[in-house]
């Protein structure tokens, strides 16, 4: 992982806010930290704990990912899985069973390019993995990638 650098992140976060037009107050009352605090984090006097990113992130409406990515707590390969595995779980229009089913395929697609997965265990609570051996499908639902063995 790459070292801290909280002068790069505290400018990124000054824009964010920025361009949300939110006063340091105003988004130190959304995220539930200190006004100096975040004042320092922008200034890059201060190392922000995930946590915190993660409330200052909620509170922008952005991506924690990302500002964990410019605060060198997660390189960009992690983050990239980790929003895309967040964005399938997001999607409203399809229910869990398909969500599930698009994760081990999209596993399936990063193992088969040589890519590992790293967070795949714990960015979908284990679910992903475990839903191979639950049963045949029904027509409505989605198969795999792979030929049916029902």
Same mark, same amino acid.
């Given at each position: 992982?790459?070292?801290?650098?909280?002068?790069?992140?505290?400018?990124?976060?000054?824009?964010?806010?920025?361009?949300?037009?939110?006063?340091?107050?105003?988004?130190?009352?959304?995220?539930?930290?200190?006004?100096?605090? @975040?004042? *320092? =984090?922008?200034?890059?006097? $201060? %190392?922000?704990?995930?946590?915190?990113?993660?409330?200052? /992130?909620? !509170?922008?409406?952005?991506?924690?990912?990302?500002?964990?990515?410019?605060?060198?707590?997660?390189?960009?390969?992690?983050?990239?899985?980790?929003?895309?595995?967040?964005?399938?779980?997001?999607?409203?229009?399809?229910?869990?069973?398909?969500?599930?089913? @698009?994760? *081990? =395929?999209?596993?399936?697609? $990063? %193992?088969?390019?040589?890519?590992?997965?790293?967070?795949? /265990?714990? !960015?979908?609570?284990?679910?992903?993995?475990?839903?191979?051996?639950?049963?045949?499908?029904?027509?409505?639902?989605?198969?795999?990638?792979?030929?049916?063995?029902?």
């Amino acid at each position: 992982m790459a070292s801290l650098n909280v002068g790069n992140l505290g400018e990124y976060l000054r824009e964010q806010r920025r361009n949300a037009q939110l006063s340091l107050r105003q988004l130190a009352d959304a995220a539930g930290v200190s006004n100096p605090y @975040l004042s *320092q =984090i922008e200034r890059g006097l $201060r %190392k922000p704990s995930a946590e915190v990113l993660q409330q200052v /992130a909620k !509170a922008l409406r952005i991506s924690a990912e990302t500002l964990y990515v410019r605060a060198g707590i997660l390189d960009e390969q992690e983050r990239d899985e980790l929003e895309t595995r967040a964005v399938i779980l997001a999607d409203p229009s399809i229910n869990e069973r398909q969500k599930q089913v @698009l994760l *081990q =395929i999209y596993e399936s697609f $990063r %193992k088969e390019n040589g890519l590992e997965t790293a967070g795949a /265990a714990d !960015a979908s609570k284990g679910t992903a993995q475990d839903t191979s051996a639950d049963g045949p499908r029904t027509a409505d639902e989605p198969g795999d990638a792979g030929p049916n063995t029902n």
